[in-house]
Protein backbone atom coordinates (compact mmCIF):
# COMPACT_ATOMS: atom_id res chain seq x y z
CA UNK A 1 0.00 0.00 0.00
CA UNK A 2 1.41 3.52 -0.74
CA UNK A 3 1.62 6.36 1.24
CA UNK A 4 -1.15 7.94 -0.65
CA UNK A 5 -3.62 5.17 -0.08
CA UNK A 6 -2.36 5.07 4.01
CA UNK A 7 -3.45 8.46 4.17
CA UNK A 8 -6.62 8.22 2.71
CA UNK A 9 -7.39 5.24 4.58
CA UNK A 10 -6.45 6.91 8.03
CA UNK A 11 -8.79 9.66 6.94
CA UNK A 12 -11.52 7.90 6.41
CA UNK A 13 -11.57 5.97 10.17
CA UNK A 14 -11.00 9.12 11.14
CA UNK A 15 -13.79 10.75 9.27
CA UNK A 16 -16.30 7.53 10.84
CA UNK A 17 -14.77 7.55 14.05
CA UNK A 18 -15.73 11.21 14.45
CA UNK A 19 -19.37 10.63 12.55
CA UNK A 20 -19.73 7.62 15.10
CA UNK A 21 -18.93 9.81 18.21
CA UNK A 22 -21.13 12.57 17.16
CA UNK A 23 -24.31 9.89 16.73
CA UNK A 24 -23.60 8.50 19.93
CA UNK A 25 -23.54 11.99 21.43
CA UNK A 26 -26.72 12.48 20.12
CA UNK A 27 -28.33 9.35 21.37
CA UNK A 28 -27.65 9.79 24.47
CA UNK A 29 -29.66 13.80 24.36
CA UNK A 30 -32.65 11.49 23.50
CA UNK A 31 -32.38 8.96 25.95
CA UNK A 32 -35.32 8.93 28.49
CA UNK A 33 -39.58 9.06 28.79
CA UNK A 34 -40.86 11.59 26.35
CA UNK A 35 -44.43 13.09 25.93
CA UNK A 36 -46.55 14.27 22.78
CA UNK A 37 -47.48 17.70 23.55
CA UNK A 38 -48.16 18.99 19.93
CA UNK A 39 -48.92 16.87 16.89
CA UNK A 40 -49.78 18.07 13.25
CA UNK A 41 -50.40 15.81 11.01
CA UNK A 42 -50.49 16.57 6.95
CA UNK A 43 -52.12 19.97 7.72
CA UNK A 44 -54.20 18.17 10.50
CA UNK A 45 -53.89 20.01 14.28
CA UNK A 46 -54.53 17.68 17.06
CA UNK A 47 -56.42 19.55 20.00
CA UNK A 48 -53.83 19.08 22.75
CA UNK A 49 -56.60 18.00 25.19
CA UNK A 50 -56.81 15.04 23.15
CA UNK A 51 -53.25 13.75 22.62
CA UNK A 52 -53.57 11.28 25.57
CA UNK A 53 -56.63 10.10 24.68
CA UNK A 54 -56.15 9.84 20.33
CA UNK A 55 -52.75 8.71 20.24
CA UNK A 56 -51.97 5.38 21.15
CA UNK A 57 -49.85 4.27 24.48
CA UNK A 58 -50.98 7.62 24.94
CA UNK A 59 -48.32 9.69 23.03
CA UNK A 60 -46.07 8.80 25.75
CA UNK A 61 -42.80 7.27 24.13
CA UNK A 62 -39.20 5.58 25.54
CA UNK A 63 -35.84 6.06 23.72
CA UNK A 64 -33.33 3.45 25.23
CA UNK A 65 -29.93 3.12 23.48
CA UNK A 66 -30.90 3.43 19.86
CA UNK A 67 -34.60 2.01 20.25
CA UNK A 68 -37.73 3.69 20.57
CA UNK A 69 -40.02 1.79 22.73
CA UNK A 70 -44.01 1.92 23.26
CA UNK A 71 -46.67 0.28 25.77
CA UNK A 72 -49.67 -1.31 24.42
CA UNK A 73 -52.46 -0.16 26.83
CA UNK A 74 -54.48 -2.93 25.21
CA UNK A 75 -52.15 -6.25 26.53
CA UNK A 76 -49.58 -3.99 27.62
CA UNK A 77 -47.05 -5.14 25.46
CA UNK A 78 -44.15 -3.12 24.78
CA UNK A 79 -43.34 -2.55 20.97
CA UNK A 80 -39.49 -1.47 19.41
CA UNK A 81 -38.44 0.33 16.49
CA UNK A 82 -35.11 0.98 15.59
CA UNK A 83 -33.59 4.48 15.80
CA UNK A 84 -30.19 6.16 13.96
CA UNK A 85 -29.56 9.28 13.99
CA UNK A 86 -27.41 11.98 11.78
CA UNK A 87 -25.77 14.50 13.78
CA UNK A 88 -23.62 15.69 11.20
CA UNK A 89 -25.86 16.79 8.37
CA UNK A 90 -28.34 20.02 9.07
CA UNK A 91 -31.10 19.96 10.29
CA UNK A 92 -29.95 16.77 12.71
CA UNK A 93 -31.68 13.46 10.62
CA UNK A 94 -33.70 10.58 12.22
CA UNK A 95 -34.70 7.27 10.49
CA UNK A 96 -37.51 5.07 12.27
CA UNK A 97 -37.25 1.16 10.97
CA UNK A 98 -38.78 -1.63 11.76
CA UNK A 99 -36.43 -5.01 11.66
CA UNK A 100 -37.66 -5.28 8.23
CA UNK A 101 -37.27 -2.24 6.70
CA UNK A 102 -36.79 2.15 7.68
CA UNK A 103 -40.78 2.90 7.94
CA UNK A 104 -39.86 7.16 8.27
CA UNK A 105 -37.47 9.39 7.91
CA UNK A 106 -37.01 13.18 9.20
CA UNK A 107 -35.37 15.70 11.01
CA UNK A 108 -34.97 17.05 14.42
CA UNK A 109 -33.68 19.64 17.01
CA UNK A 110 -34.15 20.61 20.96
CA UNK A 111 -35.57 23.66 21.11
CA UNK A 112 -34.50 24.02 25.06
CA UNK A 113 -35.69 21.05 26.88
CA UNK A 114 -38.29 20.42 24.05
CA UNK A 115 -37.87 18.11 21.38
CA UNK A 116 -38.97 18.68 17.73
CA UNK A 117 -39.22 15.98 15.69
CA UNK A 118 -40.68 15.95 11.52
CA UNK A 119 -40.94 12.97 10.00
CA UNK A 120 -42.71 11.24 6.18
CA UNK A 121 -43.01 7.79 5.24
CA UNK A 122 -40.39 7.08 3.43
CA UNK A 123 -42.49 5.39 0.65
CA UNK A 124 -44.81 8.68 0.01
CA UNK A 125 -42.46 11.97 0.64
CA UNK A 126 -38.93 13.06 0.63
CA UNK A 127 -37.10 13.60 3.39
CA UNK A 128 -38.44 16.50 5.46
CA UNK A 129 -35.88 19.55 4.96
CA UNK A 130 -38.08 22.05 7.56
CA UNK A 131 -40.19 22.06 10.66
CA UNK A 132 -43.31 21.50 8.92
CA UNK A 133 -46.75 19.51 8.22
CA UNK A 134 -48.58 21.49 5.85
CA UNK A 135 -51.61 19.98 3.97
CA UNK A 136 -50.58 17.88 1.36
CA UNK A 137 -47.07 17.24 2.40
CA UNK A 138 -47.35 13.72 3.72
CA UNK A 139 -45.72 15.01 6.88
CA UNK A 140 -45.89 14.78 10.70
CA UNK A 141 -44.69 17.09 13.20
CA UNK A 142 -44.44 16.01 17.13
CA UNK A 143 -43.37 18.33 19.80
CA UNK A 144 -42.20 16.28 22.88
CA UNK A 145 -41.61 17.17 26.33
CA UNK A 146 -39.39 14.97 28.93
CA UNK A 147 -41.70 13.35 31.39
CA UNK A 148 -41.31 14.53 35.12
CA UNK A 149 -41.01 18.13 33.98
CA UNK A 150 -43.98 20.40 35.42
CA UNK A 151 -47.31 20.92 33.45
CA UNK A 152 -48.17 24.04 33.02
CA UNK A 153 -52.62 24.82 33.56
CA UNK A 154 -53.32 24.47 29.84
CA UNK A 155 -51.85 20.77 29.92
CA UNK A 156 -52.95 19.31 32.63
CA UNK A 157 -55.23 16.31 31.99
CA UNK A 158 -59.13 16.17 33.10
CA UNK A 159 -59.78 15.46 36.65
CA UNK A 160 -60.72 11.33 37.43
CA UNK A 161 -64.72 11.08 36.71
CA UNK A 162 -66.05 10.21 39.50
CA UNK A 163 -68.95 7.57 40.18
CA UNK A 164 -71.11 9.53 41.59
CA UNK A 165 -75.23 9.91 40.75
CA UNK A 166 -75.34 12.00 37.37
CA UNK A 167 -78.10 14.34 37.94
CA UNK A 168 -81.78 14.62 36.82
CA UNK A 169 -83.16 15.00 33.20
CA UNK A 170 -86.24 15.29 32.04
CA UNK A 171 -87.14 11.74 30.58
CA UNK A 172 -87.44 11.50 26.78
CA UNK A 173 -90.40 11.07 24.96
CA UNK A 174 -88.63 8.40 22.43
CA UNK A 175 -90.02 4.66 22.81
CA UNK A 176 -87.72 2.47 24.04
CA UNK A 177 -86.58 3.83 27.04
CA UNK A 178 -84.12 1.59 29.57
CA UNK A 179 -86.51 2.48 32.37
CA UNK A 180 -88.88 0.40 30.61
CA UNK A 181 -86.74 -2.70 30.18
CA UNK A 182 -84.88 -4.92 32.90
CA UNK A 183 -81.60 -4.91 33.08
CA UNK A 184 -81.75 -8.61 31.27
CA UNK A 185 -83.34 -6.73 28.52
CA UNK A 186 -80.91 -4.25 27.64
CA UNK A 187 -78.09 -6.71 27.90
CA UNK A 188 -79.51 -8.56 25.52
CA UNK A 189 -80.37 -4.86 22.92
CA UNK A 190 -76.68 -4.05 23.77
CA UNK A 191 -74.46 -7.60 23.77
CA UNK A 192 -72.51 -7.49 20.52
CA UNK A 193 -73.13 -4.17 19.71
CA UNK A 194 -70.86 -1.32 17.79
CA UNK A 195 -71.67 2.37 18.36
CA UNK A 196 -70.28 5.58 17.17
CA UNK A 197 -70.15 8.90 19.62
CA UNK A 198 -69.49 12.50 18.33
CA UNK A 199 -67.56 14.16 21.48
CA UNK A 200 -65.37 17.16 21.80
CA UNK A 201 -62.33 15.35 20.55
CA UNK A 202 -64.09 13.42 17.89
CA UNK A 203 -65.47 10.31 17.12
CA UNK A 204 -65.19 7.65 19.60
CA UNK A 205 -66.37 3.49 18.86
CA UNK A 206 -67.24 2.14 21.41
CA UNK A 207 -67.82 -2.01 21.14
CA UNK A 208 -69.54 -3.83 23.32
CA UNK A 209 -69.18 -7.48 23.43
CA UNK A 210 -71.41 -10.87 23.72
CA UNK A 211 -68.16 -12.03 26.56
CA UNK A 212 -69.25 -9.01 28.61
CA UNK A 213 -65.97 -7.00 27.37
CA UNK A 214 -66.02 -3.58 25.90
CA UNK A 215 -63.41 -1.44 23.94
CA UNK A 216 -63.36 1.98 22.66
CA UNK A 217 -61.28 3.26 19.74
CA UNK A 218 -60.84 6.87 18.18
CA UNK A 219 -61.76 7.30 14.30
CA UNK A 220 -58.86 10.05 13.18
CA UNK A 221 -57.43 9.75 9.84
CA UNK A 222 -54.97 11.98 11.21
CA UNK A 223 -53.52 9.37 13.18
CA UNK A 224 -52.23 7.56 10.04
CA UNK A 225 -48.38 8.29 10.09
CA UNK A 226 -48.36 8.12 13.95
CA UNK A 227 -50.31 4.61 14.41
CA UNK A 228 -47.98 3.10 11.19
CA UNK A 229 -44.70 3.81 13.36
CA UNK A 230 -45.83 3.41 16.55
CA UNK A 231 -48.15 0.96 18.58
CA UNK A 232 -51.41 0.94 17.70
CA UNK A 233 -54.16 0.65 20.40
CA UNK A 234 -57.73 1.44 21.34
CA UNK A 235 -58.22 4.49 23.75
CA UNK A 236 -59.62 1.71 26.32
CA UNK A 237 -60.84 -1.63 27.46
CA UNK A 238 -62.52 -3.54 29.78
CA UNK A 239 -65.87 -4.86 31.02
CA UNK A 240 -69.53 -4.02 30.98
CA UNK A 241 -72.66 -4.76 32.43
CA UNK A 242 -76.07 -3.24 33.21
CA UNK A 243 -77.25 -2.33 36.65
CA UNK A 244 -80.44 -0.61 38.00
CA UNK A 245 -80.64 0.95 34.46
CA UNK A 246 -77.30 2.05 34.66
CA UNK A 247 -74.25 0.70 31.77
CA UNK A 248 -71.57 0.30 33.98
CA UNK A 249 -67.95 0.37 32.36
CA UNK A 250 -65.06 -1.31 34.53
CA UNK A 251 -61.99 0.08 33.01
CA UNK A 252 -58.96 -2.19 32.94
CA UNK A 253 -56.91 -0.50 30.26
CA UNK A 254 -56.56 3.09 29.18
CA UNK A 255 -54.39 5.39 27.62
CA UNK A 256 -54.72 7.79 30.73
CA UNK A 257 -53.47 5.73 33.80
CA UNK A 258 -56.07 7.70 35.82
CA UNK A 259 -58.73 6.03 34.67
CA UNK A 260 -57.29 2.67 34.93
CA UNK A 261 -59.90 0.54 37.62
CA UNK A 262 -62.08 3.11 37.40
CA UNK A 263 -66.24 1.56 37.27
CA UNK A 264 -67.66 5.05 35.31
CA UNK A 265 -71.58 4.57 35.17
CA UNK A 266 -73.74 5.62 32.00
CA UNK A 267 -77.31 6.10 32.87
CA UNK A 268 -79.52 4.60 29.95
CA UNK A 269 -82.23 6.88 28.60
CA UNK A 270 -83.47 5.14 25.47
CA UNK A 271 -82.09 2.18 23.35
CA UNK A 272 -83.36 1.46 19.76
CA UNK A 273 -82.19 -0.50 16.81
CA UNK A 274 -80.03 3.13 15.73
CA UNK A 275 -79.58 4.99 18.47
CA UNK A 276 -78.35 5.11 21.97
CA UNK A 277 -79.43 7.86 24.39
CA UNK A 278 -77.50 8.61 27.71
CA UNK A 279 -76.51 10.64 30.71
CA UNK A 280 -72.70 10.31 31.31
CA UNK A 281 -71.73 10.18 34.73
CA UNK A 282 -70.98 14.20 34.95
CA UNK A 283 -74.72 14.52 34.06
CA UNK A 284 -74.49 15.06 30.25
CA UNK A 285 -77.20 14.14 27.60
CA UNK A 286 -75.37 11.86 24.65
CA UNK A 287 -76.48 10.25 21.62
CA UNK A 288 -74.59 7.45 20.32
CA UNK A 289 -75.51 5.57 16.93
CA UNK A 290 -75.34 2.33 15.81
CA UNK A 291 -73.13 0.97 13.73
CA UNK A 292 -73.24 -2.71 14.13
Not at 36 to 49: A, F, Q, T
Not at 146 to 154: F, L, N, S, T
Amino acid sequence: MNRLSVIFTACSLIALVSVAAADDAELKRLQGHWQVIELVEDGKVIPPSAIEDWLPSGGKIEIADNAIVTTSTDDGKKHVRILEVDGTQYPKGIEIKSRDQREVWGIYRFDNDRLLVCVADTSEATRPREFSAKAGSKRMLMTLKPVGRKIVADERKPAKPETKEPADHPEPSTAGSARSLTDEEATKLLSGSTWKYNDAHGALVLALGKDGNFSTTRESTEMRLFKKVFVKAPVSNGSWSVQKGKLWFHIKASNDPDRVNVKVPFTLRVITEKDLIFVDYVGHVGQAVRVK
